[in-house]
Every structure is written in C-alpha cells, then in structure tokens.
C-alpha cells in the first residue's frame, strides 16, 4: 500500500497537473491490484478516502489550498475524477468478495462421505428385560412400574417384613438419610426388590391381577463378579379365585422354557420369602451341560434362578385395607421375583457382571 507522503506541487499548469494526478492514479490502481481480502478493503478505504489521514484529503489540503485561484477549477476537476475512480476501485474490490484462496479453504468436498451416525441398540439388561416381559405378556399380563425411592411401608412391612423382623437384615438396605421424625413406614429408602409394586399394584385394582414389573432395585452390596449394588428384577403377580402352586410351577415352567429354550427342566425347592407361603426356589437344567453337571453348575446340573412362592394371607390383609376384595378366603394368587442381570449372564454367557455397567462400547456393541 502507497503511503509516500503527498509531494509538493511543482506547478499549477496543465502539464504539471496532468502528470501529478497521473502517477496518483497509478497508485490508486496498484493499490487496489493488491486488495486480497476484507481486511485490505477497508485498509485501503482508510488510506486513500480517510477524512483525516486519507491520501485524497492530502491532496485537498496541499494541493487545492495552495493552487493559485485561475487553477483550482481545473485541480479541482481532476481531483474529483481521482475521487470517483478510487471509490470505484473500491467497490470492485469489496464487491468481487473473499478471494479464491480464501474461498478453497472453506469449501466442502460433497464427495466425502459423511458423518456416520452410529445406531443405537438394545443394552442387554433392557433387551433380556423386554424378553421376559413379553413371554408374560403373551400369557395375558400386564406390565407395571413403581418408584425405585420407595417408603418402608410398601418395601417391607406390606410385603410382611414387620419392623424389627430378621428377614430385613437380608435385604442390605440403602436408606434416604435425615428420616428419623418420620414415623417408621414413612421413611424413604431405595426399593431392595420389586415386589412393593406387587402391594401398589393390589391397592389400585381389584381382583383378578395378572402382572409384571420390571425394575431397577438397589442394594448396600460390595460388587464383585456376579454382584452390584445395582440391578435389576422382573416381578410376577396373579390373583385370581382359585389359583394354586400348580398354576405358578405351569406358568414358571413355560417362562423358563420360553426363555431358554423348550428342553429346560425346571424343579422347585422349599424356600422362604416373608410375602409368599409356602415359598419355593426354582432351579433349571444347566443350559451348558443340558444337567449332566459341569462347572457352572458346579457338577449339579443344576442352576438356580428365581423366587417364587403363593401368596401370603398377611400381605392379602395389607391389599385389603384398601381394597377388600382382596379377602384371602375367597381369592388366592402366586408370586414369583427374578434376577435380569442373572439371565442376561446366562444367557449371553457373561462372566462379569460390572461388564453390564461399565459403557465399555467394546462389550456393548456384541449386542447391537
Ligand atoms: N423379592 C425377592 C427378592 O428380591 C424375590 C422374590 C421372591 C419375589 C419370591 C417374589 C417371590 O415375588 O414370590 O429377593
């Protein structure tokens, strides 16, 4: 960019003017030839058309001032056709835009291909609990939900746990901290096992119930290979008139079949839950062994996989309370409570529960 300063004038005759307007032009024209960007534009605009610095305001103040009155006409002719060609520099310059250089850097190859938007999958745990879900649904159930901040009431003492009853110290429990001025039942805790929404479930409908609620429940369990303060279950209940161990071994045994495949045995053993009587423990033939007994069953053929059990009247009186048709004289019903995670391990054959939890694509994208 010129910035010589403006020269005196040697003349104010026609010859002296022509030249001196001349080599100023060449210089507005070499100036402008140099323009490459926004910024050269308004440098340029500063330099030649600046009201204070500008070399036209110079030429104003030097030239015209100084001319004898016979030549300022014509200076002042020949200064505005300097003026008009600058400012016409200037507008070719800022008009033709960002220069080719400038505009290659910014253009986009739409031959590349584009950006590969991943898609999402099922996690296991919620594809194994969709599984199990719609094996019962398929019989006729219905799906539920219940809060997983859940009140001592519906976590024990409806499910027949009384306050201060052993069976509690079974459950590792995580309470909300501050609740001690609530009474007992009040208090808030993180739900240990699903079934409080079988008690939810009773108090907002009448008999018959054909349900089941898949959940996260929460634990106070150190994690190790097949533990997690975190998992998840899926909870039956049916109450019906009638209903007997026969019509939960029958629905069970067609669950476990539906899940695992049709030549699965399952067995029954005595067990105990506080909100089912009698209680029983189902086991399965070991589906890697088919029951000859290998190490994951540690040589039993066996595996076992879920609690079940008939419904215990006292948790039948609970329902009642608001709803009486749930009169255990007249009505009779089955539970059952299972581990997801356990399934998902079985049947995906994982060995690591954290591996569950841990968003580690790697694993996660096996299931996709
Ligand atoms: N709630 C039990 C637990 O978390 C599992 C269970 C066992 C649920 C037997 C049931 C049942 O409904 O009948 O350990």
Redesign the pocket.
């Given at each position: 960019m010129t910035n010589e300063p403006i020269p005196e004038m040697g003349g104010f005759d026609e010859a002296s003017l022509d030249k001196a307007f001349a080599a100023l032009e060449q210089q507005a024209r070499a100036d402008a030839a140099a323009i490459k960007g926004d910024e050269d534009v308004e440098a340029y605009r500063l330099q030649w058309l600046g009201r204070k610095q500008g070399r036209l305001n110079d030429v104003s103040s030097r030239w015209l001032k100084a001319a004898p009155a016979e030549a300022k006409k014509s200076l002042g002719q020949r200064f505005n056709a300097l003026k008009t060609t600058v400012e016409q520099l200037l507008e070719q310059a800022a008009g033709s835009g960002p220069s080719d250089a400038a505009l290659a850097a910014e253009a986009i190859d739409i031959t590349l291909p584009g950006t590969r938007r991943l898609l999402g999958a099922e996690h296991p745990i919620t594809r194994t609990m969709n599984e199990i879900v719609s094996v019962f649904a398929a019989l006729g159930y219905s799906v539920g939900v219940g809060p997983e901040v859940e009140t001592d009431f519906y976590n024990f003492e409806s499910m027949n746990f009384p306050p201060g009853h052993p069976a509690r110290d079974t459950q590792d429990t995580l309470v909300i901290a501050n609740q001690d001025r609530r009474p007992l039942r009040d208090r808030l805790l993180l739900r240990?096992?699903?079934?409080p929404v079988?008690m939810r479930t009773m108090e907002k409908q009448p008999p018959p119930v054909r349900i089941v609620i898949p959940g996260k429940?929460h634990r106070n369990d150190a994690q190790d290979a097949t533990h997690s303060p975190i998992f998840h279950?899926v909870?039956?209940?049916c109450v019906d008139t009638n209903i007997t161990f026969s019509d939960l071994k029958g629905t069970l045994d067609h669950a476990m079949k539906a899940l695992f495949g049709s030549s699965v045995k399952t067995r029954f053993f005595p067990s105990f839950?506080p909100?089912?009587e009698p209680?029983a423990d189902v086991q399965i033939s070991c589906i890697f062994c088919g029951g000859k007994g290998c190490r994951k069953c540690k040589q039993s053929g066996w595996i076992e996989l879920?609690?079940?059990?008939m419904v215990d009247p006292a948790v039948f009186a609970f329902a009642a309370e608001k709803q009486p048709a749930y009169d255990p004289k007249k009505i009779s019903g089955?539970?059952?409570?299972m581990g997801v995670e356990r399934i998902a391990m079985m049947k995906y054959g994982i060995s690591e529960i954290g591996s569950l939890f841990a968003g580690d694509m790697r694993f996660l994208n096996q299931f996709a």
């Open positions: 240990t096992h699903t079934s079988q429940v279950q909870e039956g209940l839950f909100f089912t209680s879920l609690g079940c059990g089955f539970a059952f409570g």
